[in-house]
């Protein structure tokens, strides 16, 4: 169906709004990379069978993802009339009983997290999602649709709004409009850096050379960082729309949507997306009777890391080496094959049909002062609820932490955050009362960078994990310039070295030394970010670090090298449980009697500890 | 006409010149090495780092790749850049620690060696050599691998069918870490896998140029001009001056 105008695609919304609330039950299983890695996929088919074998008559689709990782597979079960409720964890072999739950009209309750309005009867006894602790302070604007609508269906984007801000824009505002409102809404980039996205693209448009090119940054990279995923694999036409109002917002008529070939499924999304707008004729001549032409292309990425940095990135569209160069020239001046390029984060475009559709002003009343709107983190690690939030900017780390993730996994204390992945750094737990935005985490030597937030319980060695960033940036510097390749690999060795208990004459002040230097020298932002895991470390844990040079000591009893696993005799029962765990048959003793562990076999896995009920082992 | 400040000396800068450039032709010392006048700027080795005081976002950039915008106030010899480029010195000989190139461009910016692991490379990984073979319209060789895996190599590492022997990388290459075996008959580029036939000179049947060479040549003259690939440098000379002037030599052509 071609959409000609604005007044279709109201219609269309109107018409398709039945698709999220049918007269039958309406089962969303959440079917995103994680929720299938989670068995969705067997927890979707046992609803199809027993929904078909019971005789229940329901809609089931599969949508993005609501977020709560620790609790996939997360299905949520619209009833007409009533309320839609989300459930999680979802056993496979759950399914047929709360399919007969609902066949004898009865609310299934087992693992149920909450209610979500849809403007019918409300269950009382049963708490609004938003009420969950993992939900609540959660403000949902990026993140919209996900887990609502059928990410594979044009039509239900539409029926919950979609593609109003395109006609907007194309119908009732300039360039130089749509351009403004964005500046106005306070808008900054969310891959990292943080540059107002207004001004990127003004700068962009300005550039006097065409044609002009916007591309979309799906590289994302960071290890523990999913946001862009969720969004490409949840919410395709949220970012197809974002697209062409960019591409119509700088002077350019082609648009490149760039996905590391790590994302199958989200590229799959991706091009479904592209290809049903391009049947309604949202892409390609004449877009809403506008005079509008503006094509979109999606490329796989190749696999690197360094192929984010928006050089390198450009590099790789034109299918060359994802290597970075120096700027100036920025790609709003010389681009992709030279030309003005703007590009953008994938949360970043997400945010941009919403303001779009409810003004600068209102987007501006969430958020911090110089940081609006909300942000997306990756909540994963040493902590209890793991996930993807959506939080204004400024939002305190310990909400976010002790709030959403619920504190430690199994009670751990927690020690410290890692932010923004191997360019970001640790921040320690007595700080967590600082506001998640731009300015404040750059001041603790950390950056926003995309969103990761690794939490590190006392049970993380702080040596081991920057040790970890350093191995990481290591194998994804390109190698282009001096310092990246070289000093990255001296720095990586050296803790290496400290984490096998070889570093006697490591010099701390020396390696912090190197590190600034490498920051200060290198010629991209891999390069200029990757010591801050080690220098943050370096500042706010140092005592950790001369335990393991000077004390031969891991404190948080990670590094196997440094540690020695005994026995103690006096707590020791014989009960030989650590005898039938031990995987090298290090442990030996007589039944009913203390037992000992030789030291020459020992090769540090705590699985003794692990199994030992009498608190016997000792691990030093 | 832009003007720069540099070290506090007001510099007149002409269209399209980098800082280095600016630097270099008033006689301000800047080291470098991935730079090569006739070569694309690449800023790698970041030897030629300047800090920016103001005029563009302060802190260290290359200074080949830099453009001398109007206004830009810079230090060549600042405490950052004297400590930046003793670093990129120290990691480049523990690199090669055999190259006398760079032991001297080392032992000229302070550097010695430190506890950085040494290892045994002759090639920096500056990409001379890569951008003179692109330049040429040949590319034989590229960046293969990344980070410190990262080494110049041919496709596969299988014999090159590209390579024309012309060694242009070997006459780039800071640290003559490139080597061609020439022969009277033959050039063998010994990294490259290639092993090329001299052709032999219309005129002297002196062997001279390698079959790709000439074709390079032939392909690259202007229009309208007579290819000369087929002679060697002398007699090219000699046909050349004999369609100028009414000069013949004696008795044919000889030394």
């Known amino acids: 169906m071609k959409i000609k105008d604005a007044d279709s695609i109201k ?6 709004r039945q698709l999220l609330t049918p007269s039958v039950p309406r089962i969303a299983v959440g079917m995103s990379s994680c929720g299938l890695a989670a068995g969705a996929q067997s927890v979707m088919e046992a609803f199809q069978v027993e929904c078909g074998r019971q005789g229940v008559e329901c809609r089931i689709v599969a949508t993005g993802c609501l977020g709560f990782c620790g609790a996939e597979p997360l299905v949520e079960i619209l009833l007409p009339g009533k309320a839609a409720f989300v459930y999680g964890p979802v056993e496979e072999n759950r399914c047929a009983d709360m399919v007969a739950e609902l066949r004898e009209g009865r609310l299934p ?55 109003q801000a395109l006609a907007k824009a194309l119908g009732a505002m300039s360039s130089e409009q749509v351009i403004d409102e964005i500046k106005s809404s306070g808008l900054r980039g969310r891959g990292g850096a943080g540059f107002p996205t207004g001004l990127k693209w003004e700068m962009t448009r300005k550039s006097p050379s065409s044609p002009k090119y916007i591309i979309m940054n799906g590289d994302e990279g960071d290890p523990g960082a999913y946001m862009d995923r969720s969004l490409m694999e949840g919410d395709p036409h949220a970012l197809v729309e974002a697209m062409i109002i960019g591409g119509y917002a700088i002077g350019a008529q082609t648009g490149i949507l760039y996905v590391r070939a790590e994302y199958p499924l989200a590229q799959k999304r991706l091009r479904e997306a592209i290809g049903q707008a391009k049947e309604a004729a949202l892409l390609g001549r ?5 005079g509008f032409d503006f094509d979109l292309y999606l490329v796989s990425g190749a696999g690197a890391f360094v192929s984010g940095e928006e050089t390198a990135l450009i590099h790789s569209v ?17 681009g992709l094959y030279g030309q003005p390029t703007c590009i953008n984060n994938v949360e970043t475009l997400a945010n941009v049909p919403v303001i779009l559709d409810r003004g600068a002003e209102w987007y501006g009343g969430f958020g911090a002062e110089k940081s609006k709107g909300t942000k ?15 939080v204004p900017l400024g939002t305190p780390l310990a909400a976010i932490v002790h709030g959403m993730g619920g504190g430690g996994r199994g009670g751990a204390a927690v020690k410290a955050l890692q932010t923004g992945g191997p360019s970001g750094g640790c921040i320690p737990s007595e700080a967590f009362d600082l506001p998640a ?34 191995k990481f940036t290591r194998e994804e510097s ?64 140092r005592a950790e670090y001369e335990a393991h040079v000077t004390e031969n000591r891991c404190p948080a009893g990670v590094c196997s090298a440094l540690l020695h696993i005994s026995i103690d005799p006096q707590a020791c029962t014989g009960c030989t449980a650590c005898v039938a765990v031990c995987p090298v048959s290090a442990i030996s003793g007589t039944k009913k009697e203390p037992h000992q562990v030789d030291q020459s076999l020992c090769i540090k896995c705590k699985a003794c500890e692990d199994i030992c009920r009498f608190n016997a082992i000792r691990v030093v | 006409m832009a003007a720069i400040t540099l070290n506090g000396r007001l510099l007149e800068a002409e269209a399209g010149e980098k800082v280095l450039d600016v630097a270099r032709r008033n006689g301000i010392p800047v080291p470098t090495l991935c730079h090569h006048p006739g070569l694309s700027a690449y800023g790698a080795c970041r030897l030629c780092l300047v800090e920016i005081k103001s005029g563009f976002r302060p802190g260290l950039v290359s200074s080949c790749t830099m453009p001398a915008i109007d206004g830009l106030v810079a230090e060549t010899e600042s405490p950052a850049v004297k400590s930046a480029r003793k670093l990129v010195a120290e990691l480049l000989l523990a690199r090669a620690p055999q190259s006398p190139e760079i032991r001297a461009l080392a032992a000229g910016l302070g550097a010695e060696p430190t506890a950085i692991p040494k290892k045994d490379e002759l090639c920096i990984l500056c990409g001379r050599c890569v951008r003179a073979c692109s330049a040429l319209g040949v590319n034989a060789v590229s960046f293969v691998r990344r980070g410190v895996k990262r080494r110049v190599a041919v496709p596969f590492d299988k014999p090159s069918e590209h390579c024309i022997a012309c060694q242009a990388c070997v006459s780039v290459c800071p640290t003559g870490a490139i080597k061609a075996k020439i022969t009277h008959e033959k050039v063998e580029m010994v990294e490259w896998q290639a092993r090329r036939e001299l052709q032999r000179c219309a005129v002297c049947q002196t062997p001279f140029v390698t079959a790709g060479q000439r074709d390079l040549v032939e392909r690259t003259v202007e229009a309208g001009h007579q290819p000369l690939g087929a002679l060697c440098p002398k007699c090219r000379r000699l046909e050349t001056a004999k369609a100028y002037s009414m000069w013949e030599p004696a008795s044919g052509v000889s030394g």
């Open chain 1, 109 to 163: 309750r087992d693992n149920l997290l909450g209610r979500r309005e849809v403007g019918g009867a409300e269950i009382e006894d049963v708490p609004p999602l938003s009420d969950h602790p993992f939900y609540k302070g959660q403000i949902r604007i990026v993140t919209r649709n996900l887990g609502l609508i059928d990410p594979g269906s044009f039509e239900e984007y539409v029926a919950c709004g979609g593609y």
């Open chain 1, 11 to 16: 219609r269309l919304a109107e018409s398709s």
């Open chain 1, 376 to 390: 997306l983190f990756c909540l994963v690690g040493e902590v209890a609820r793991t996930g993807l939030v959506e």
């Open chain 1, 478 to 541: 390109c190698g282009k310039c001096t310092p990246c390749r070289e000093g990255i690999d001296y720095l990586s060795h050296v803790l290496d070295d400290i984490v096998a208990g070889k570093g006697a004459g490591v010099n701390l002040d020396a390696i912090e030394q190197v590190s600034r230097g490498i920051a200060a020298a290198s010629l991209c932002g891999l390069g200029q970010t990757a010591p801050n895991p080690l220098m943050t470390s370096l500042r706010h844990f």
């Open chain 1, 318 to 334: 034109e299918g060359r080496i994802a290597e970075p160069d120096p700027r100036p020239p920025y790609p709003s001046e010389a």
């Open chain 1, 437 to 470: 935005d731009y300015e404040a985490l750059q001041k603790m030597g950390s950056i926003m960078g995309s969103g990761g937030l690794i939490v590190l319980s006392e049970r993380t060695c702080m040596v081991d994990t920057a040790r970890y960033f350093l």
């Open chain 1, 286 to 290: 004449d877009i809403l009777g506008s």
